[in-house]
T-cell receptor, first 114, second 115 residues
Framework: AQSVTQLDSHVSVSEGTPVLLRCNYS??????LFWYVQHPNKGLQLLLK??????LVKGINGFEAEFKKSETSFHLTKPSAHMSDAAEYFC????????????FGTGTLLAVQP | GAGVSQSPSNKVTEKGKDVELRCDPI?????LYWYRQSLGQGLEFLIY????????KSGLPSDRFSAERTGGSVSTLTIQRTQQEDSAVYLC?????????????FGPGTRLLVL
């Protein structure tokens, strides 16, 4: 089955230090890949998406992700964490087909310590 | 412009009752999706509409769940004879045409609690 795996359910970093949230996808054929963020009691917001144009994708709020086909990975990074980055992050894949439905990872809860 | 809206934001119901959840997509978006977010199952796809048709209902968990869309706009998700395991946040999303690589824009969700 097509799927996406987020390797860490919780990540804790100190403010000002780098963030790395890991994601691997199953490789049937070229997917579209997304990262969404969900702040407490807020809706899902798109951070960035990979659509086969450039392998390094820049998103909002200083986040970026690199598509590595050889590793079937799409890890999310940010050079310097801010307190406002504390939220749950979802790696999401779509394989297109008739519906373009999204398949979500289980989420990574990011905590940022002062 | 206005985003995806959902109503009600919260719904508490008793086991066995029927509930209706509403989604207003972004104007002009032909594709509409329903997802469910629950503690045990994470975020999962329920149903996809293209216009008023639902070519993919594969995620609906049982025949107690149904959905319709009218006028290519508003959609209603109905759960009949609710069970406690139906408690979850129901999310609606829309996109322009339903093509691969399109961004899906999510509403704030309806939090359903079945007592």
């Amino acid at each position: 089955a097509q799927s996406v795996t987020q390797l860490d359910s919780h990540v804790s970093v100190s403010e000002g230090t780098p963030v790395l949230l890991r994601c691997n996808y199953s490789s049937s054929y070229s997917p579209s890949l997304f990262w969404y963020v969900q702040h407490p009691n807020k809706g899902l917001q798109l951070l960035l998406k990979y659509t086969s144009a450039a392998t390094l994708v820049k998103g909002i709020n200083g986040f970026e992700a690199e598509f590595k086909k050889s590793e079937t990975s799409f890890h999310l990074t940010k050079p310097s964490a801010h307190m406002s980055d504390a939220a749950e992050y979802f790696c999401v894949v779509s394989y297109g087909g008739a519906t373009n439905k999204l398949i979500f990872g289980t989420g990574t809860l990011l905590a940022v310590q002062p | 412009g206005a985003g995806v809206s959902q109503s009600p934001s919260n719904k508490v119901t008793e086991k066995g009752k029927d509930v209706e959840l509403r989604c207003d997509p972004i104007s002009g978006h032909t594709a509409l999706y329903w997802y469910r977010q629950s503690l045990g199952q994470g975020l999962e796809f329920l149903i996809y509409f293209q216009g008023n048709s639902a070519p993919d209902k594969s995620g609906l968990p049982s025949d107690r769940f149904s959905a319709e869309r009218t006028g290519g706009s508003v959609s209603t998700l109905t759960i009949q004879r609710t069970q406690q395991e139906d408690s979850a946040v129901y999310l609606c999303a829309s996109s322009l045409e339903g093509r691969i690589q399109e961004t899906q824009y999510f509403g704030p969700g309806t939090r359903l609690l079945v007592l």
